[in-house]
T-cell receptor, first 108, second 123 residues
Framework: EIALTQSPGTLSLSPGERATLSCRASQSVSSSYLAWYQQKVGQAPRLLIYGASGRATGIPDRFSGSGSGTEFTLTISRLEPEDSAVYYC?????????FGQGTKLEIK | EVQLVQSGAELKKPGEFLKISCKGSGYSFPGYWIAWVRQMPGKGLEWMGIIYPGDSDTRYSPSFQGQVTISADKSLGTAYLQWSSLKASDSAIYYCARRYYYYDRSGYAFDIWGQGTMITVSS
């Protein structure tokens, strides 16, 4: 079973700064199946990035994804207060789907 | 508007039966897989299983196999998650989500999510 490990666990940054969130897979995976989700307090998750780097409909271009193999990154440039949330990476598979444990992003 | 609307919060006792629902609208419901995801209090997301409403082909996470039953009624445009005998540890928020295939990246993701159903199991 492939495990996803996200780091850091918590990130505290100021508005206007850049956030870099990491997702590491326990073995090499296809970037086609790597997605990122944002979950704000009391809300359902929202798809941000699919296929490691494709931006979902309606997602601002401040959000970008990159990576391949075992290392994937979600970058949020020019942080805004509403970016405060937990961010999850996910690997889609035919019979199981792994979510990372999440990175909590706090905006100071 | 494409959306998934889930049934309301439930307060149940241990050992009781429960079936919650997820109704799709704004798209061809039978043609897209629907997944169920658990979120225990203060914890992360866990994938439980997935169903194709067109033919009810269903896959379960090994962690949830035998613990829950996923079903769908394509004529009603609704997917279901049920427990035959609830436990206190089933207390959580449950989300349904639509699987979508992105041709430009040749991959899948969950693009539409229901609002979640909170289940509380307590004696």
């Amino acid at each position: 079973e492939i495990a996803l490990t996200q780091s850091p666990g918590t990130l505290s940054l100021s508005p206007g700064e850049r956030a870099t969130l990491s997702c590491r897979a326990s073995q090499s995976v296809s970037s086609s199946y790597l997605a990122w989700y944002q979950q704000k307090v009391g809300q359902a998750p929202r798809l941000l990035i699919y296929g490691a780097s494709g931006r979902a409909t309606g997602i601002p271009d401040r959000f970008s994804g990159s990576g391949s193999g075992t290392e994937f990154t979600l970058t949020i440039s020019r942080l805004e207060p509403e970016d405060s949330a937990v961010y999850y990476c996910q690997l889609y598979g035919t019979s199981r789907n792994s979510f990372g444990q999440g990175t909590k992003l706090e905006i100071k | 508007e494409v959306q998934l609307v889930q049934s309301g919060a439930e307060l149940k006792k241990p050992g009781e039966f429960l079936k919650i629902s997820c109704k799709g609208s704004g798209y061809s419901f039978p043609g897209y897989w629907i997944a169920w995801v658990r979120q225990m209090p203060g914890k992360g997301l866990e994938w439980m299983g997935i169903i194709y409403p067109g033919d009810s082909d269903t896959r379960y996470s090994p962690s949830f196999q035998g613990q829950v039953t996923i079903s769908a009624d394509k004529s009603l445009g609704t997917a279901y998650l049920q427990w035959s005998s609830l436990k206190a540890s089933d207390s959580a928020i449950y989300y349904c989500a639509r699987r979508y295939y992105y041709y430009d990246r040749s991959g899948y993701a969950f693009d539409i999510w229901g609002q979640g159903t909170m289940i509380t199991v307590s004696s």
